[in-house]
């Protein structure tokens, strides 16, 4: 199967099923049904892992398909967002999913080597991402419908930074096309998921940043599917590791 997608240039698949998914969310969104357009969100991540998983079986790695399964079922929950408890566990799922790759992300590096070389970056970022988190979170603190689900929002938006750091840091000292693909797709998720609250919670220009939100979500999840079709040989240590 994988072969035969490769001679039939799944790219041009992926490209389709894309800007179909694109089209769709936006003509939704602008006759104001929000229940299809929410619904659209978990469609994406579960026809992605269906397809993954007819292509690759069983030699899909596990975080992938565990991070669409989350990323699914959050959408899916949060057709019911506006209700305190159904908001709660569509956080609590995204919650899980960021942790899903931060997992597969921190067993690709040495934080001794991180802390080591980058000690001063390390915390100059530490220190602006930091501030800038605290000011993001307050922007919704008031917004929240419970403290529950402010607590996981908070752990959300910390994740979310944790993430990125790891990210970029794996792509530092690996150099390969698979890594650069892989941080493409995490910073393709994590600026969907910031415009995704901003069009949310209505901070400004609300409609352009719910778009947004969806263009990257539907291009980062593509990104991953690309990302699978990649050789395992293309992920190799950087040798930086071992000087």
């Keep these: 199967m994988k072969q035969l ?4 240039n799944y790219k041009t698949l992926l ?5 179909i998914f694109i089209v769709a969310s936006i003509s939704i969104h602008s006759f104001d049904l929000y229940i299809p357009y929410r619904l659209i969100r978990a469609l994406i991540a579960f026809s992605a892992l269906i397809f993954l998983i007819s292509v690759h079986g069983r030699k899909l790695p596990l975080w992938i398909t565990l991070f669409l399964i989350f990323l699914g079922l959050s959408s899916a929950a949060a057709v019911g967002y506006e209700n305190s408890v159904m908001a709660t566990i ?8 960021i942790l899903v790759l931060i997992a597969y992300v921190v067993r690709k590096i040495k934080f001794k080597i991180i802390f080591k070389r980058l000690s001063f970056i390390l915390l ?4 602006i991402n930091g501030y800038l988190l605290l000011q993001f979170i307050g922007l919704f603190k008031e917004m929240t419908l419970n403290h529950t689900h402010y ?11 944790f993430l990125g750091f790891l990210t970029l840091a794996y792509n530092h000292f690996f150099h390969s096309k698979s890594t650069f693909i892989f ?3 995490v ?8 415009f995704r609250a901003f069009g949310y919670y209505e901070l400004a220009y609300s409609s352009v ?3 947004l939100a969806r263009i990257l979500l539907t291009l980062a999840v593509f990104t991953l599917v690309h990302f699978t079709f990649l050789e395992k040989e293309e992920i190799e240590e950087s040798k930086s590791f071992s000087a």
Excluded: M, N
């Design 209 to 211: 940043f719910v778009y």
């Design 124 to 127: 100059a970022a530490v220190l």
């Design 5 to 8: 997608l490769k001679s039939c």
């Design 90 to 97: 569509t956080v609590v799922l995204d919650f899980i999913s």
């Design 183 to 185: 941080t493409g797709f």
């Design 187 to 194: 910073l393709l998720f994590i600026f969907a998921e910031v």
């Design 151 to 161: 607590v996981f929002i908070f752990l959300l938006a910390i994740s979310i930074v």
């Design 15 to 19: 490209i389709s099923a894309a800007i």
